[in-house]
């Protein structure tokens, strides 16, 4: 960026007198260097005027010389202590924390969101490391261990890393924050120092959490519209959920797919919704035409609901979930594993409540029945893992499973 014209002048004036002063003060130095030199060596003084025209030239170059060199260095100083006090301005206007550590993960600057967040006072964090700032902060303890570790692993893999939502107390109220740890290295590659900035996203989480309970509440809704149009399935959703989030623990899937999990079961019927009242409540067995309606109740879910991004990984079930391990369910033909693991764990609890449950058109299977009938559709409607894994763990299932 172009300098103003003001300062441009001002700069030049600057540089100028400081040549002059420096000149003469070289030029008086060297002189007076060389009259005590003529004393020393010839024990007279000669004052005339040829004799002083070296000392006073080569004095006066350096002298200029020495306070280029000085006025650039005082000009460098002030520069780097402006851009310092420009960087600091920036980062304590920041709304996140910023820590700033060497090496050895020993803490040297914080700005003030941090001082304030730790209530740390004359700087009492300088040179300590997250380990010893626990040590007088047992609340905090956890939080300094997390710290530790992640700076750790930021080293490690030498690049960016951002690390989950840590959660601190502030006052009375506890504020959780996103982190994000850039190491720096030497050019060696020794561990030179890390930056950690910490964004709170205390309302965001929270905005987060409200919006994804009123999407469970609208789905719950949608469910409830289900059950209430087919009276012969009354509860069957609230059951089969359970039981589908129980069994698909046990077959390893992870905490964060059960969400997935819960929505789709809790949807499974949904597609019901475009199905006419005549067959969907019938009280007998369906006709051949009317079970071609029934069947494109998995087809009809997946079209409702594809459009709907955070519906997307729960879309298994609905749409699989009358999908057979022999390839002979509907509506795709999907065959073993093409099948997704939600739903061959849902298959086997559907079926199994629909046994158990009374209809209009006959009574409930007995326990043992129902049993029998998954243990001999393992390799043709259900997955054998599945039904395996049901029938193993059958007590425990259904030790605090929903009445039917």
């Given at each position: ?14 540089r ?23 004393i ?13 025209i ?18 650039r ?29 060497d ?24 040179g ?6 626990a ?8 939080l ?9 692993e ?5 690049t ?51 919006l ?13 519209a289900?059950?209430?149009r ?5 509860d ?18 992870s ?11 809790l949807?499974?019927?949904v ?7 005549a ?33 997307g ?16 369910g509907?509506p ?48 043709k ?16 299932l259904m ?6």
């Amino acid at each position: 960026m172009e300098e103003p014209a003001y300062v441009v002048k001002h700069s030049c004036l600057l540089r100028f007198w400081n040549g002059v002063l420096f000149f003469l003060l070289g030029s008086l130095v060297l002189s007076l260097f060389s009259m005590i030199q003529k004393i020393i060596l010839l024990g007279e003084l000669n004052l005339e005027p040829r004799g002083f025209i070296m000392p006073i030239l080569y004095g006066g170059v350096t002298g200029f010389i020495i306070g280029e060199w000085y006025l650039r260095l005082k000009q460098n100083e002030r520069q780097i202590k402006e851009n310092e006090e420009r960087l600091r301005a920036l980062v304590n206007a920041l709304p996140d924390i910023v820590i700033f550590k060497d090496g050895e993960g020993r803490w040297l600057d914080v700005n003030n969101v941090g001082t304030d967040l730790f209530q740390f006072h004359n700087a009492e964090f300088y040179g300590q490391t997250d380990l010893e700032l626990a040590k007088g902060r047992p609340l905090l303890d956890d939080l300094f261990q997390y710290c530790h570790a992640t700076d750790l692993e930021a080293w490690q893999h030498g690049t960016l890393l951002r690390c989950q939502v840590v959660s601190i107390p502030f006052g009375e109220k506890t504020r959780e924050f996103e982190m994000v740890k850039v190491p720096l290295f030497q050019e060696d590659g020794r561990r030179k120092g890390l930056v950690l900035v910490g964004r709170d996203v205390t309302d965001i989480k929270e905005g987060e959490r409200n919006l994804i309970q009123a999407y469970d509440s609208t789905l719950e809704g949608w469910a409830k519209a289900v059950e209430m149009r087919d009276r012969l399935t009354e509860d069957h959703t609230r059951r089969v959920v359970a039981l589908t989030e129980k069994l698909a623990r046990l077959m390893g899937v992870s905490e964060a797919d059960m969400v997935h999990i819960h929505r789709g079961a809790l949807l499974h019927d949904v597609g019901k919704i475009g199905i006419p009242d005549a067959i969907l409540g019938k009280p007998a067995a369906l006709t051949e035409d009317e079970m071609k309606v029934m069947v494109q109740h998995p087809a009809r879910a997946y079209n409702m609901l594809e459009h709907i991004g955070f519906l997307g990984p729960a879309l298994d079930i609905p749409y699989c979930h009358h999908e057979h391990w022999d390839g002979r369910g509907y509506p795709r033909g999907l065959k073993g594993e093409e099948i997704p693991l939600a739903a061959r764990v849902f298959a086997v609890v559907d079926v199994w409540d629909a046994l158990t449950s009374d209809r209009p058109y006959r009574a409930a299977w007995t326990e043992q029945d129902a049993l029998n009938y998954i243990r001999e559709q393992s390799g043709k409607y259900f997955d054998p893992n599945v039904v395996r894994t049901f029938l193993e763990n059958f007590s425990a299932l259904m030790e605090t499973a929903p009445a039917t």
